[in-house]
């Protein structure tokens, strides 16, 4: 029987990957440690993913912790205690400069020189879901209303607060109740009908949203296209990693009331690790997901977009010494920019 349901496709891949990476777990010489995002998010098939190809084919062993905010998983990676987490090119802007979530960490700025990135990856369009029976039929209604827009302090939840405002005026604490609640928190108060929004970026279609629409109707609404010439979104656009894109009418099913398009951000994230992992090692797991992206294109529809002419995708940081290494054997072109201290 042939599984056509995106979720089929996604669970089984998965279940078939975690058997095949057991078969080598044991014959581990390195131990790697692991961040990655809540499960059904694009963050975690991919790294679930990462972790059965790598097991499989290089004798290493992947010690994975999820439901970790980027934010989080950056810092620990700088200060060492993490070897690969998926991060974005927004945290590490705002890193870099010691603004954002990082405004009153002095140590910011230093830190960040201790981040590396092996590649980038679309992490799929921020989805703005309402339940219809709401009666919430663009952003301006939430007014007065408890919302969910990603955990404080993280780099979603700061895109999310800038759509609103740039859409609507409001202020959250003002005009609205922000929740604050981790991911999968979140999403089950939503569907609980805790909130009367959900706000987050996901890969199209996200097995995790389809669990919702299953059992109740849904309604994404868009980003108006005056709200794009607004300063908070004028503000979001600017920064590396981000995209306009569009959720398409139906991608959801029945369920899913919109009858047309709606416009949204896009986003992109990394691969990233820290710059003591050995570059031998880097080079190994590079080469290694570039060999086998057959397997990550056969887990997930969204990952078809992980190529090679994609893996340098607006990277702001330099690249782990090893991954340089694998880019510049097979000839792709890298930037000054992206070449790190150790390997000049």
Do not use: C
């Amino acid at each position: 029987m042939k599984l056509k349901h995106p979720f089929i496709r996604w669970a089984s891949g998965l279940v078939l990957l975690a058997t095949v990476s057991l078969a080598s777990y044991a014959n581990a010489d390195a131990n790697l440690r692991m961040h990655t995002a809540q499960p059904g998010s694009s963050p975690y098939v991919f790294s679930v993913t990462l972790q059965s190809v790598l097991q499989k084919h290089l004798p290493v062993r992947i010690n994975m912790t999820s439901s970790m905010a980027s934010t989080r998983s950056t810092l620990d990676a700088a200060k060492g205690q993490v070897d690969l987490y998926i991060g974005s090119q927004s945290i590490n802007h705002f890193m870099s400069t010691g603004t954002g979530m990082f405004s009153k960490m002095s140590s910011a700025p230093e830190l960040f020189k201790n981040i590396r990135t092996i590649m980038s990856f679309p992490l799929g369009p921020y989805h703005i879901m309402v339940h219809e029976k709401s009666g919430i039929r663009s952003l301006k209604d939430i007014k007065d209303r408890r919302v969910f827009i990603g955990p404080p302090g993280g780099a979603a939840t700061l895109v999310a607060l800038s759509i609103i405002e740039g859409a609507t005026g409001y202020k959250a604490g003002e005009d609205y109740e922000m929740a604050k609640l981790d991911w999968n928190s979140g999403q089950q108060a939503f569907q609980d009908g805790q909130v009367d929004m959900y706000i987050g970026p996901t890969q199209l279609p996200s097995a995790s949203i389809e669990q919702v629409v299953l059992l109740q109707k849904v309604r994404f609404l868009g980003i108006p296209e005056e709200a794009f010439d607004s300063e908070p979104m004028k503000q979001v656009m600017s920064l590396p990693g981000r995209t306009i894109a569009e959720i398409p009418a139906g991608i959801y099913g029945e369920n899913q009331t919109n009858e047309g398009p709606v416009k949204t951000v896009g986003t992109w994230v990394t691969l990233g690790t820290q710059k003591d992992l050995d570059p031998e090692l880097g080079y190994k797991i590079t080469k290694t997901i570039f060999e086998n992206l057959q397997t990550f294109h056969d887990a997930a529809k969204f990952m078809d977009s992980i190529t090679l002419e994609n893996a340098l995708n607006q990277v702001n940081t330099p690249l782990q010494a090893g991954a340089l290494r694998y880019y510049r054997e097979i000839g792709l072109d890298v930037p000054d920019a992206m070449v790190p201290p150790e390997a000049r």
